[in-house]
């Protein structure tokens, strides 16, 4: 190899080494920040090539993926002074690098994660802290979880993190205060069922006091329409025997006496002493024809 080929590979070599010292990539899943003596020169680097000063100057690259911390069952208490304990996660991710590498020892992942995690626990003693365990386990979990993301991600916003997600997986009794809130809520359910079957039977006297007046309202009126009606028919009768008696009076007493004798007599056992010269016995005594 002569001289000029040796010289040739050694610039290329230099050439090669510089360009790795100064040139720098960064990818869609991450962030950048271009560091000189310690502090941050730029920021905001698209995905691509990039290039910075040898020595001088240096890169620090974060991920930009969603990050989840499962902490450690959370010991709480509620509104009424009860101990519970809750298990919950949060989804998080950096979004402002330079307020991530300032806040957090130099970008250290497990610093923000330890602040996070503080931040978390105060927000989650805070919230559960407003609300009695009625409200804690029951449908308006998802408000709490709400309050509870919204408290969180006011206090790390300082830290160029944003929360993403904030569940509770469970919430449990402390052993102590189990019993005693189950007991409660026995006697809470029992109160209710107790109301209930009392409004229960209050409708019920009513239902039947209301059937019972409208019966006798309807017997009543029943009652009247009847008198009115059987009225109408004996006035309707009077007038009508009146009528026949006023167009043949002896045929209308014969018919009557017919009526009289038919209902009196002819029944087995029936003794009837009169004299037979009675008026009773007028047209029987008048039976030749006449």
Do not use: C
Request: aromatic content about 10%.
């Amino acid at each position: 190899m002569n001289s000029k080929a040796f010289m040739f590979l050694i610039i290329v070599g230099l050439g090669l080494l510089v360009f790795g010292l100064t040139a720098f990539t960064v990818n869609e899943r991450e962030l950048a920040i271009k560091l000189q003596v310690g502090q941050v020169v730029e920021a905001g680097y698209e995905p691509g090539l990039h290039f910075k000063i040898p020595v001088i100057q240096s890169v620090r690259k974060f991920p930009s993926r969603i990050l989840k911390i499962d902490d450690a069952p959370q010991r709480v208490f509620t509104l009424e002074r009860t101990g519970m304990t809750v298990d919950y996660f949060v989804q998080w991710r950096i979004v402002n690098e330079v307020a991530f590498y300032t806040s957090t020892s130099g970008g250290s992942l497990v610093a923000a994660e330890d602040l996070l995690r503080n931040i978390v626990r105060d927000s989650v003693v805070t919230e559960f802290g407003k609300r009695t365990v009625q409200e804690s386990i029951s449908v308006e979990r998802e408000a709490l979880m709400a309050d509870m993301l919204a408290s969180s991600t006011a206090t790390a916003s300082g830290l160029g993190i944003e929360l993403v997600d904030f569940r509770v997986k469970q919430v449990e009794f402390v052993d102590e205060a189990r019993d005693s809130v189950y007991r409660r809520m026995r006697e809470e359910r029992q109160r209710i069922a107790t109301n209930t079957r009392s409004e229960g039977r209050e409708a019920e006297a009513l239902i039947r006091s209301t059937a019972d007046k409208d019966r006798t309202v309807i017997l009543a009126d029943a009652n009247r329409d009847a008198q009115i009606i059987r009225g109408e028919g004996d006035a309707r009768a009077a007038e009508i025997y009146a009528d026949a008696y006023n167009q043949d009076p002896e045929f209308y007493a014969f018919y009557r006496s017919i009526q009289a004798y038919r209902s009196s007599m002819g029944k087995n056992g029936d003794i009837l002493v009169l004299d037979p010269d009675n008026e009773f016995f007028k047209y029987l005594n008048q039976s030749s024809g006449n």
